[in-house]
């Protein structure tokens, strides 16, 4: 891959407004606020999935310092005498379009609490103040750091300023619960009705196969793709902007002789969703951009907030980019933080465009890089500044380590991906005799199946792990169950739920449960008709109490949501013991589902926080104090789901040419620099201990000879790069 150092990217004007994503009760230090009319002042992987505990005494990695660790301010005024040069420059910026290019473990999230807590002490109202993040828990843990530098600042200033009240007044959230919450309070000017209830991807899957059968696409042709190909297409072409035959011959080619009947199912899917008022991820983006562009809409939105500031912003595709500059047009206000080297989201339609164009499209923005790194040993930041250097664009940087000492990488060479196993195994089972807990480790790869020879080797030793990147608490049939009870209360002509709760009770199958929900449509989502439904008679005993727990549910006023939860769970608990495997599990995550309920005052806001923020498991109902006590566990994952965590050592697996970059990866530039910095991302998860291993030898059906092929090294660790690793045979 040919290196080219990038030029300063060009500004390019962007501002993410995210509004608060759920009305959530008051928790003791930051509280999400809802977007309301602006007054005359003129909405993969568990966010702390690895524990941050110190090592044990016999472990002695060379400095203890870390991007948290860096100090926190107690001076009066938030002072930055605490920060480095470019952190400090950061904080000090005025309102003019700011990017912040924050390489790996530089203190991102530190900088970022310092500038907001900054702009409420030089006047900027907290309530006046947009913080967008690409998650809830992200959002939160930020405006703790707010508040608690606000606080500190207080206590050190007689007077206390602006930033007394910050920690209940800065609004942080996503980009989709912002446009869900926009879309409540200002959709009306644009045709939408606020009662709109949210299809998370499963459920837009299932509504585009109630489609597909009805327009018997797969009956005239047996190839026509399957329910999640048509999702992932639509919402790829929703989001790349582009006209869906163009979109369908650059990224999806062998659905071509499918286009047809692709154009007829997405016109279907756009109208039924439009008649049963629901709105899927990509529609509250879509038409939020919309609103933005609504003459009375537009302007209220934009005097709304003086400062805008958006984490994550190599993350975020074309139509956020568009609310962006719509929002901010002259780019006023607008901070941007991101890193192009970690650009690795293409594949849910993010553009690495976005952040290197941005000082294209913002001419006056500064742009501050943060390159002081407190994670990594300096031999592994020899090593992975080597490495990024071969991307063919992006912001020049070199990352300096602040720990001094430490080990060089190791590259190992096995005889075969059991060999591979084994040796990775045997150095995990090292770490942790020498003090290094199971948690504090981790083995990545680029693709789910890579793992499962060391999942047998594992197995096998009786070490215990969790693997992440897999299926999420909230897409589990049991939980997707309760939920549908609540969206059909919430929203009587949701199709999808109503066809899945109907299908819970004997002998009604996808045709009869269909038909059902069909009457309720055509009823104008009056659930009375239900009493007039002809069930099977195995279902009929059941049926009424059916009916009166719905009656309940959309009782004006209703019940509270743990109330509503708890109503649905005196109903569905004999049903999760008939249905399921594990009942009791399955009735355990439900109360914990109930617990989470607890923080809601409303099911709109409970419904839509589960929808566009879901748990991953449900460790992450659990506060900090009890994952650390959770049992001591490796980490296996994904290398998407580990982006933005770190561990003491990292072990990097399958690292040849067809595992990382992947074989479906190489046929273009733009995709190779994604599989790079992918790689990239991998590699600088590591703070002490980096091991990267491939095989020598992989078992194939494919292969000519032997049952065997031989892969060969990364491109990524040419010779010259290799150098910078110890390289070994297993």
């Known amino acids: 891959m040919a290196k080219k150092k ?4 060009r500004p390019k004007a962007k501002v993410t407004a995210k509004v608060a994503e759920t009305k959530a009760k008051p928790e003791p230090k930051v509280q999400l606020k809802g977007l309301v009319e602006p007054k005359a002042h003129g909405q993969n992987f568990p966010a702390k999935a690895t524990s941050r505990a110190t ?10 310092a870390r991007a948290e660790d860096a100090p926190q301010v107690a001076s009066t005024k938030v002072g930055t005498s605490v920060l480095n040069d470019s952190q400090r420059k950061v904080v ?4 003019s379009p700011l990017l912040i290019i924050a390489g790996a473990g530089t203190g991102k999230t530190l900088t970022l609490a310092h500038r907001t807590a900054r702009l409420i002490v030089d006047g900027a109202p907290p309530d006046r103040i947009l913080l967008l993040t690409f998650s809830r828990r992200s959002a939160e843990s930020l405006l703790q750091r707010v508040a608690q530098i606000c606080n500190e600042s207080v206590s050190n ?12 007044k800065v609004w942080g959230g996503t980009f989709h619960a912002t446009g869900a919450r926009l879309l409540r309070s200002q959709g009306a000017r644009i045709g939408i009705d606020p009662r709109f209830t949210i299809l998370d991807q499963s459920d837009s899957e299932d509504l585009l196969e109630v489609l597909r059968t009805e327009l018997r696409l797969a009956e005239v042709r047996k190839d026509f793709p399957k329910k999640g190909t048509c999702q992932g297409l639509h919402s790829g072409w929703i989001n790349s902007g582009l006209k869906l035959d163009a979109f369908v011959n650059a990224s999806f080619p062998w659905c071509k002789p499918h286009l047809d009947g692709l154009r007829k199912l997405f016109e279907a899917y756009a109208e039924r969703k439009r008649s049963q008022n629901v709105f899927d991820f990509d529609d509250l983006l879509l038409f939020w951009n919309r609103l933005l562009a609504e003459p009375v809409a537009g302007p209220l939105i934009r005097k709304r907030f003086d400062c805008v500031l958006v984490d994550e912003y190599q993350d975020t595709n074309p139509i956020q980019s568009q609310i962006l500059r719509q929002l901010c047009p002259d780019g006023q206000g607008l901070t941007v933080v991101g890193d192009d080297a970690q650009s690795i989201y293409s594949f849910r339609g993010a553009t690495v465009r976005n952040i290197l164009d941005f000082p294209k499209q913002f001419p006056d923005a500064t742009v501050v890089r943060l390159e002081d790194n407190y994670r990594s040993t300096a031999p592994i930041l020899d090593a992975t500044n080597t490495i990024i250097r071969q991307v063919s664009e992006g912001f020049a940087k070199e990352l300096r380590a602040s720990r001094t000492g430490g080990q060089p990488p190791q590259l190992l060479a096995c005889a075969d991906e059991y060999a591979e196993a084994r040796a990775v195994v045997d150095r995990i089972v090292r770490h942790q005799k020498d003090g290094v807990p199971l948690r504090q480790q981790a083995v990545l790869f680029r693709a789910s199946h890579h793992s499962l020879a060391v999942e047998m080797e594992l197995a096998r030793r009786q070490v215990p ?6 299926l999420k608490f909230a897409d589990a049939a049991h939980v997707k169950d309760l939920v549908a009870f609540l969206r059909l209360a919430e929203n009587p002509m949701d199709l999808v739920s109503g066809m899945r709760l109907f299908k819970l009770f004997p002998g009604i199958g996808q045709k009869k449960a269909q038909g059902i929900m069909e009457e309720v449509i055509a009823a104008g989502g009056g659930l009375e008709c239900l009493a007039r439904s002809k069930v ?5 005993p059941s049926w009424d109490t059916f009916r009166s727990l719905l009656g309940t549910l959309t009782r004006t006023p209703s019940p509270s949501v743990t109330g509503q939860i708890d109503q649905v769970l005196k109903f569905l608990t004999p049903l999760v013991r008939q249905k399921y495997d594990d009942p009791e599990q399955r009735i355990e995550d439900l109360n914990k589902l109930r617990g989470l309920g607890e923080r809601y005052e409303d099911r709109s806001a409970f419904l839509a926080e589960l929808t566009l923020d879901p748990p991953s498991s449900t460790r992450d109902f659990a506060t900090a104090g009890a994952r650390e006590g959770d049992k001591d566990a490796l980490v296996l994952s994904t290398i998407h789901s580990a982006k933005g965590l770190e561990w003491e050592a990292v072990t990097v697996i399958n690292a040849t040419d067809g595992g990382i970059p992947s074989a479906r990866s190489m046929e273009s530039a733009a995709q190779l620099d994604e599989e790079l910095r992918l790689f990239y991302v991998a590699l600088t998860r590591a703070r002490t201990w980096l091991t990267v291993t491939y095989p020598r030898y992989r078992s194939s059906p494919q292969a000519s000879w032997g049952g065997f092929d031989q892969p060969t090294l990364t491109r990524f660790l040419p010779a010259r790069i290799r150098r910078l690793f110890e390289s070994r045979n297993a």
């Open 6 to 9: 990038a030029t300063e990217p």
């Open 55 to 64: 090592l044990r005494a016999s472990v002695k990695p060379a400095v203890k």
């Open 92 to 95: 000090e910026h005025g309102r």
């Open 157 to 168: 200033d007689a007077e206390g300023g602006a930033c007394a009240p910050a920690r209940t």
């Open 465 to 470: 792990f969790h693997k992440y990147g897999g």
């Open 536 to 540: 099977p008679a195995a279902t009929a």
